[in-house]
């Protein structure tokens, strides 16, 4: 089994910063892209940042310029930097792991972690 754990979340004032980790654990030979969603109350679960496991990285429009996407594949974790917090920032935000090679020709896709909060508030 492969687990992600989550950790950063916290309440932030507009235009500070949080800087979140997650890190995958368990029988792990290779870990592909690694991405992170949030999910907005009331609002549907979408796409934050996407990083392929050789470093080629991808934001959504609203996070570009705010938002750095990292991952260090020797300890099997991915990090993202948020910048310049808006309120619209304010969500849960969830580690994704697309495709995780647990053994050799054997495969665990769609792997997620529990989520860890984030508010943006005055």
């Known amino acids: 089994q492969v687990q992600l754990v989550e950790s950063g979340g916290g309440l932030v004032q507009p235009g500070g910063s949080l800087r979140l980790s997650c890190a995958a654990s368990g029988s792990i030979f290779g870990i592909d892209a690694m991405c992170w969603y949030r999910q907005a109350p009331g609002k549907k679960r979408e796409l934050v940042a996407i990083?392929?496991?050789?470093?080629?990285?991808n934001y959504q429009d609203s996070v570009k310029g705010r938002f750095t996407i990292s991952r260090d594949n020797a300890k099997n974790t991915v990090n993202l930097q948020m910048n310049s917090l808006k309120p619209e920032d304010t969500a849960v935000y969830y580690c994704n792991a697309q495709r995780v090679q647990t053994h050799p020709g054997t495969f665990m896709y769609d792997v997620w972690g529990q989520g860890t909060r984030v508010t943006v508030s005055s």
């Open positions: 990083i392929t496991s050789d470093g080629r990285t």
